[in-house]
């Protein structure tokens, strides 16, 4: 078990690139999960995916957010025209309810800062 | 408005002192409240899960209490130690099965020597 993993861990990109972030889930873990948290708050929920589906997207994820899990393995987290206001720790956490449980593994997370 | 609030003032304690960190929450029904631990610049940790049904939980030194007539969980960290200082996050499931979790803003610990 080698745990969440993110790629990249940081990334600094100027307002109006485009940027994508990979997560990698436990791989066992069916579910899969993507949160934003910025300084001094908790994490907010964007959007979750059972397998390869998405079921769920939070109505903060703007039409400039779009996320993937094509196989039901890794999943990508794409930011079109990024703003400043993106600037955020993004969280990505897996879990298996199968165990009984909702139990969110989370990962190391990706810093996105825009200027 | 469906609310999670923590104490959102840090927390100090000296060094083998009981601390309790306390979430309240407005306007849900969870069906389990979950605590994790959040270092600076890593992701959170998960600590413990406790379910509607349950009114304790205890893991070593830790232990979480959930009332809901009240609305409201504490988390104990007996005997604490320099090491427990991070900020710790309460977060909330709902009761219909996906598994999204609604944090609260975390309240940081400190625990000095």
């Known amino acids: 078990d080698t745990g969440v993993s993110q790629d990249p861990r940081h990334k600094i990109t100027k307002r109006g690139q485009n940027v994508t972030f990979r997560c990698d889930p436990i791989?066992?873990?069916?579910?899969l999960y993507w949160y934003r948290q910025t300084l001094g708050q908790g994490p907010e929920f964007l959007t979750y995916?059972?397998?390869?589906?998405?079921?769920?997207k939070s109505r903060l994820l703007s039409d400039r957010f779009s996320a993937e899990r094509p196989k039901g393995s890794f999943s990508t987290l794409e930011i079109q025209r990024t703003e400043q206001g993106d600037s955020a720790m993004y969280l990505c956490?897996?879990?298996?309810?199968?165990?009984?449980?909702?139990?969110?593994?989370f990962g190391p997370g990706t810093r996105l800062t825009v200027l | 408005s469906q609310k999670i609030e923590q104490n959102s003032e840090a927390l100090n304690i000296q060094e083998g002192k009981t601390a309790t960190l306390t979430c309240n929450y407005t306007?849900?029904?969870?069906?389990?409240l979950q605590w994790y631990r959040q270092d600076p610049g890593r992701g959170p940790v998960f600590l413990l899960l406790?379910?509607?049904?349950?009114k304790e939980k205890r893991k070593e030194r830790l232990k979480v209490t959930f009332d809901t007539t009240l609305k409201q969980s504490l988390f104990h960290i007996t005997a604490s130690q320099p090491a427990d200082s991070a900020t710790y996050l309460c977060?909330?499931?709902?009761?219909?099965?996906?598994?999204?979790?609604?944090f609260g803003q975390g309240t940081t610990l400190q625990v000095k020597p």
């Open positions: 956490a897996s879990s298996d309810p199968g165990q009984g449980t909702d139990t969110q593994y």
């Open positions: 791989s066992e873990h069916n579910r």
């Open positions: 995916f059972q397998n390869e589906a998405q079921l769920e």
């Open positions: 306007n849900y029904s969870p069906a389990y």
């Open positions: 406790i379910r509607e049904n349950e």
């Open positions: 977060a909330v499931g709902s009761s219909s099965n996906t598994g999204k979790l609604i």
